[in-house]
């Protein structure tokens, strides 16, 4: 069984780019959630991908955007970067979009924004 | 905005002592899980609890959820330094779909 994979590992973009994260989720899993998890806190929830369709959205802005494709996996697209941005971004994948939340974590993608 | 405050926010003891971590809301949560996360990886899920009351234990870990579901506790007997990490308490929140707790770093010394 494959578990949550994250491309790319690092990042290094310069304030105002976009950027585009990558996460394959673990196999039979059709739910994806993707935190943003700043140095020394706990991860923040940005919002959910359900069937390729959002299901819940944390506290961020729209130039914070995602997608899911029909094989489950999915993008985290940010627009303007800003130098806030800069942190470890995880990707969870789960086998129902409901409570119990039991999420597998990718190993998350780092970017700096300079 | 539902909140899940942990404390201590860090922790240094010795190899086989026991420790506690407790997670606490003013909410009440429909299930809580618990994460341990080591440096330069995503968290690892330990259990979730969903009953009130319920006590779950993970070899030398017992997890336990308050009667009135708003508050959850981490018990590690004989800590050892594999312990060593970032445990996180979560669960479904209100207005936001889902919400980590402030963490607690512990350090197992040998």
């Known amino acids: 069984e494959t578990g949550v994979t994250q491309s790319p590992t690092h990042l290094i973009k310069t304030r105002g780019q976009q950027v585009t994260l990558r996460c394959s989720s673990q196999?039979?899993?059709?739910?994806v959630s993707w935190y943003q998890q700043a140095l020394g806190q706990g991860p923040q929830f940005i919002f959910q991908y359900y069937r390729e369709e959002e299901n819940g959205r944390g506290n961020f802005p729209p130039r914070f955007s995602g997608l899911q494709f029909p094989n489950y996996s999915s993008e985290l697209n940010v627009n303007a970067l800003e130098l806030d941005d800069s942190a470890l971004y995880l990707c969870a994948s789960s086998p129902n979009p409901g409570d119990p939340y039991e999420q597998y974590f990718g190993p998350g993608t780092r970017l700096t924004v300079t | 905005t539902q909140l899940l405050e942990q404390s201590p926010q860090f922790l240094s003891i010795q190899e086989g002592e026991n420790l506690t971590v407790y997670c606490n809301s003013s909410?009440?949560?429909?299930?809580l899980q618990w994460y341990r996360q080591e440096p330069g990886e995503g968290p690892v899920l330990l259990v979730t609890?969903?009953?009130?009351?319920e006590v779950k234990k993970l070899k030398r870990l017992t997890f336990q959820f308050g009667d009135a579901r708003k508050d959850s506790s981490l018990h590690i007997t004989a800590a050892q330094p594999g312990d060593t990490g970032l445990y996180l308490c979560a669960g479904a929140g209100g207005t936001y779909k889902y919400i980590f707790g402030t963490g607690t770093r512990l350090k197992v010394l040998a």
């Open positions: 909410s009440v949560f429909s299930s």
């Open positions: 609890v969903v009953t009130g009351g």
């Open positions: 196999s039979g899993h059709n739910t």
